[in-house]
């Protein structure tokens, strides 16, 4: 078992999120993240999940996807050459004086943007990996994590290769 | 100009649709209006159910689309069992549901339901028209998507106001084009070269076919395989009829109500050749003691059904006919193989079994039915042990003679699929062999066959419980036959009451003379056979055991 990251090109029409949603939750397929957009294909969306599942189980999750008459395309980009970030905005408690300090300066570290101050607490975003923002979610915690918001993975193959709509 | 219910029509006709099944209702009206004067046959049913069940039998015994009508809502989800019973035996269908105007959808209005949504899982695709201009190039699509591939059911929503715009231009429809769908026929070059050696190399080949074989038209490919390398065939529920029952290469059904040698041949194989089959629980048993000794060449159109409960050897993607051809191309006639079919007809021999006693058993009535109808009959079945029954003891010679809800196992299938067959297929005698409980599950359909006349024969082996159910009971819950019981009731009474003839037997030497009233009458009859209160269908693999782990003995 372990975590793999899809890459679907998907028709841009109504229900398609929930055609995909719907087939995860029936074949019992374990989704960790899932994010959508529009893209510079006209009429079609990008779709990167994040599956838990041995290959059996991705093999399966694969072809029932490209069943889908709106799925256009399925990679399974796990281990090709890529780059892959997620966002997060984290509300920390943060009182004026030594702890806002001490946030102030984690959030340097991991080059986190401070995107609101309030009068007990900041809020913090940050763009990575997953572990970068586990990470930064593990050293916050000492100080109270108010709120944690995070998206999926969006993530796009390294150089000249793509995956487009031509089969 | 004209309306987007004219255009829906128009669109139907070009489809070469002849006859809807279907139930009006009020967002639906304007499509009515349209149909009142159209040239096609439109079948008003009892029930919705019956009206998606009929397009089903109307689309397994042609091979064609079937299609069904409702309206919004309750007459949506009336349709739901049916589609759900086509989607899992892969059955071409268009449903076509009626959907309250656009400016209310998501309003909870009157008679709205979200039957895209219900039906998402249940369907090869489905659509919501919310323009009228769209409604030629979705009809376009939708047949192609549901008759193409892999078959299966296809609905399409209808809002009412959609039906009633004016287009002041038709928009131009162009072929089904559809860059997500795009099934591959072909098989792989490679892989055929894999499976040709392993095939010319096999010592105990078996052939493992089932409903794909049927969709595929590939039944003569399959016979001409088995003949040319002298391999034994087992079919699958689905599958029968793809090799004559009396073809000395059959084996029979395979699986859990499956014959003794077929589900000995496909433990000892060494080779299984699985065609338009998904391995199905059915008649796999314990997956892992299923042809345990065999590498396996699976061919079918769905690539996700490869693989998915068993690993195979050889995968091959493709339409069962044109990949079967490819592989007889490239086979050279093998002789001999005198040892393992002496064991696979040793095995034959010893499964038929002790003779019916004096009672009216269940084989003997559906043995005599095959004797009368020959090569002239299409064969319906209910669910449970009349299925079974059926299935075992009829001789079925030709593929789409035998239809049957095999993956869903719908209870109330047969009778209205019957009239669908009928329709399909008017030279044929349709007969839906019927439990006492299933029949009631749409014995409304009575109304249907009286009013268009359809001459369908249904024959019901009346126990007077829920045969197999209790069946279960008894074997693996000490006999506590908890609410299995039917009190008797009296189809013959029903029947006329709806203006349709019947019989009812209770002796042996009745059958015969009762099955030959029912076929030589023109119109529609019901015969109420008072079987053997508890018969069992044997041989039986009990769920979960492995398939050579078999109690039990079928009845001759």
Known sequence: ?167 | MKTGAKLLVESLQREGVETIFGYPGGAVLPIYDELYDAPIRHILVRHEQAAAHAADGYARASGRVGVCLATSGPGACNLVTGIATAYMDSVPLVAITGQVPTFMLGNDAFQESDITGITMPITKHNYLVKRAADLGQVVKDAFYIAGTGRPGPVLVDIPKDVMTTQLEAEPPIGRAKLRGYQPTYEGHALQIEKAVSLIGEAERPLLYVGGGVIASGASEDVRRLAELMLIPVATTLMGLGTVPCDHPLNLGMIGMHGTEAANYAVTECDLLIAVGVRFDDRVTGKIDAFAPNARIIHIDIDPAEIGKNKPVDIPIVGDAGKVLQSIIRRLIKKEGRETWLARVRHWKEEQTVRDGDDGLSPAYIIREMSDLLGDHGIVVSEVGQNQMWAAQHYCFRRPRTWISSGGLGTMGYGFPAAIGAHFARPDETVVDVAGDGSFQMNIQELGTVVQYKVPVKVVVLNNMYLGMVRQWQELFYDRRYSYTELPAVDFVGIARAYGVDGIRVEEREEVRPALEAAFTTDGPFVLDFRIEREANVFPMVPAGAAINEMIGRRQA
């Open chain 1, 1 to 167: 078992m372990k975590l793999h990251t899809i890459h679907i090109l998907v028709e841009n029409r109504a229900g398609v999120l929930s055609r995909i949603s719907g087939l995860f939750s029936r074949r019992g397929f374990n989704i960790e993240s899932l994010a959508v957009g529009t893209c510079e294909e006209a009429g079609m969306s990008r779709m990167t999940i994040v599956v838990l599942g041995d290959d059996a189980q991705i093999e399966q999750v694969k072809k029932q996807l490209n069943k889908l008459i709106d799925v256009i395309k399925v990679s399974d980009i796990t281990d090709q050459s890529t780059v892959a970030r997620e966002l997060a905005l984290i509300k920390v408690a943060a009182e004026p004086g030594d702890t806002r300090a001490g946030v102030m300066q984690i959030a340097n570290i991991f080059r986190a943007k401070i995107i609101d101050v309030g009068a007990k607490t900041v809020i913090l975003e940050v763009t990575g990996d997953s572990e970068k923002i586990d990470a930064l979610e593990t050293l916050l915690r000492q100080y109270g994590i108010k709120e944690f918001v995070r998206t999926g993975k969006i993530a796009l193959l390294r150089g000249q290769k793509g995956i487009k709509s031509m089969k």
